[in-house]
């Protein structure tokens, strides 16, 4: 019985089967005209659907015109352009910043104290008018709170924060100006751009000669560059400008009466360039414009070791075996702000002999055997390496016993005392001698 069903089951499907493959028997012509039917079925649909945007999904990446594409470039340009000129508009100019002091100063809610209330600030930002809304807002006035009781804030503080927000918005369209891209970055081209018709507007720089103000630029963006560019990109985020104090004391030049001591220790003054370029220019003995191994060994007391000289020529850019201007003032930078992290960073990349991410025994001891060399030299009986070694591992307190990485020489805050022992001997001379130096009633 069961045989029959099965068999019955059997003869069925295999009707069925044939019945099917008869009624559907397509040839492979008529198979491609169907394939080809619903493609454009599909190619239509898909064409005529709505917009990202209008689904709820935004476009969120626009590619940068190629040079190629004058026109894009141009609309690019002119859409920048509008967009800025709106956001100047938008800012406080100078009238209405002394109508925000005069209604401070009127609307005070403790005038012998200089103080203002909440209720009393709110006043003043409706009466300002919605220009000057986005500068006194509730969170504005519970960053300016210094620990009042009563929850008070000098008007002086509100004042100073709205005009320092103008200048640094004006700054930043300023600088978008010279944003070729509009990334928000500027290249090195674009700083030297910046700098250049900003000249005229800084008295203090008036003295200086046209054929130097190339050099002067030069020398000013390599410091924005040597800081800000950490990753050798060749560009600096405006925002970064606008955060670190260079453009502070650039703009300090615009001062007719600054001091002396002041631009001697502003990097950007006239002093400080022509001091720089002067001592470029008394190193450089064969007057080609570049540096030589030998030439470079002059620098500041001429007490760098040659091992230090050797990697500076085999880790910087060099042209023939001798140094520009440019690879000068990085090398300066670096050597005049030895405890900043980017010139740590740059020095370190120099000791790093193995090129391994760490300094050990072997590599302190390529380095202090010039030290020892150049006491010999003096007439001094050279220190034992181990002595200084055992010191500066108890310096630097590494994580790992025998390696001194990067992060190690940051956390410690003695980097700079580490690296000058190492590369200069006036710097070992100094640290040796320190106690000397510090009990002698003749310093100050």
């Not at 055992?390 to 700079?416: H, N, W, Y």
Request: proline letters at 4%; a negative charge.
């Amino acid at each position: 019985m069961i045989l029959l069903i099965e068999m019955d089951l059997k003869a069925i499907l295999k009707r069925k089967l044939q019945k099917l493959n008869g009624s559907q028997k397509l040839s492979s012509k008529e198979i491609e005209e169907i394939e080809d039917t619903h493609f454009k079925n599909y190619l239509r649909e898909w064409t005529n659907r709505e917009p990202a945007a209008e689904r709820g999904i935004p476009k969120f990446f626009n590619k940068i015109p190629k040079q190629n594409e004058p026109l894009r470039s141009k609309l690019r340009e002119e859409s920048r352009s509008n967009l800025l000129k709106r956001k100047s508009l938008q800012l406080l100019d100078n009238d209405e910043l002394k109508e925000v002091w005069v209604l401070l100063d009127q609307n005070q809610s403790y005038p012998e104290e200089q103080l203002i209330t909440y209720a009393d600030f709110q006043k003043v930002a409706k009466l300002a008018g919605p220009k000057v809304k986005p500068y006194f807002t509730p969170i504005v006035f519970a960053k300016l709170q210094q620990g009042d009781p009563q929850g008070r804030v000098s008007i002086m503080s509100l004042f100073n924060y709205a005009m320092r927000k103008v200048w640094l918005d004006q700054t930043r369209i300023g600088l978008s100006l010279y944003d070729a891209t509009g990334q928000g970055y500027l290249t090195e081209a674009d700083l030297e751009n910046y700098i250049t018709e900003l000249l005229p507007t800084l008295p203090q720089l008036d003295g200086l000669e046209k054929s130097f103000h190339s050099f002067y630029v030069c020398t000013a963006v390599r410091k924005f560059l040597f800081f800000l560019d950490i990753v050798r990109a060749g560009r600096v985020r405006i925002l970064d400008v606008l955060a670190c104090s260079f453009l502070d004391d650039l703009l300090e030049l615009r001062d007719e009466e600054l001091s002396k001591e002041l631009q001697e220790q502003n990097w950007f003054s006239a002093p400080s360039a022509l001091r720089i370029y002067g001592h470029y220019l008394n190193l450089d003995r064969d007057h080609n414009g570049m540096l030589s191994k030998a030439e470079l060994a002059g620098y500041g007391s001429g007490t760098l070791t040659k091992p230090f000289l050797d990697r500076v020529f085999q880790t910087c850019l060099t042209y023939g075996g001798e140094m520009d201007y440019k690879t000068y003032l990085d090398l300066v930078l670096a050597l005049e702000n030895r405890s900043e992290p980017q010139a740590l960073a740059y020095l370190f990349r120099i000791l790093d002999i193995k090129n391994c991410g760490y300094l050990d025994s072997f590599t302190l001891n390529y380095f202090f055997r010039a030290i020892q060399d150049q006491m010999r030299a003096h007439g001094a009986d050279p220190v034992s390496f181990q002595d200084v070694k055992d010191e500066l591992f108890d310096m630097v307190r590494p994580k790992e016993p025998e390696k001194i990485t990067l992060a190690d020489l940051l956390a410690c805050s003695q980097g700079d005392t580490f690296i000058s022992i190492l590369i200069e001997f006036h710097g070992f001379w100094a640290y040796e001698n320190r106690e000397a130096v510090s009990t002698d009633p003749t310093q100050d």
